[in-house]
Nanobody, 123 residues
Framework: QVQLVESGGGLVQAGGSLRLSCAAS????????MGWFRQAPGKEREFVAA????????YYVDSVKGRFTISRDNAKNTVYLQMNSLKPEDTAAYYC????????????????WGQGTQVTVSS
């Protein structure tokens, strides 16, 4: 079992930055690849970024490439999502999750989820 708790969301103006954190407890955090997803009202949950267990591989949805950076600190059992140049379309609840399978962009491949943190970007 892995427990995940996100933090760092909030209200920011377009062009601003936020850093989300996801603190993990329970089973060995470093054994899991981790992902960030987001979900806006009335929309499906969308893949945002993922990182391998070592941090050596990172993946992003095209809409955030060059603006968002995923990273992890296995010593602190924490994964981060640095979000720069935020846009109103980035507004959503953001979730971190621990990957069980191999398809990093599919929510069904993830076993454990946090409760989410809200990000609102005003224009």
């Amino acid at each position: 079992q892995v427990q995940l708790v996100e933090s760092g969301g909030g209200l920011v103006q377009a062009g601003g930055s936020l850093r989300l954190s996801c603190a993990a407890s329970g089973r060995t955090f470093s054994a899991y690849a981790m992902g960030w997803f987001r979900q806006a009202p009335g929309k499906e949950r969308e893949f945002v970024a993922a990182i391998s267990w070592s941090g050596g591989s990172r993946y992003y949805v095209d809409s955030v490439k060059g603006r968002f950076t995923i990273s992890r600190d296995n010593a602190k059992n924490t994964v981060y999502l640095q979000m720069n140049s935020l846009k109103p379309e980035d507004t959503a609840a953001y979730y971190c999750a621990a990957l069980r399978g191999s398809e990093y962009d599919s929510p069904s491949e993830y076993d454990y989820w946090g409760q989410g943190t809200q990000v609102t970007v005003s224009s």
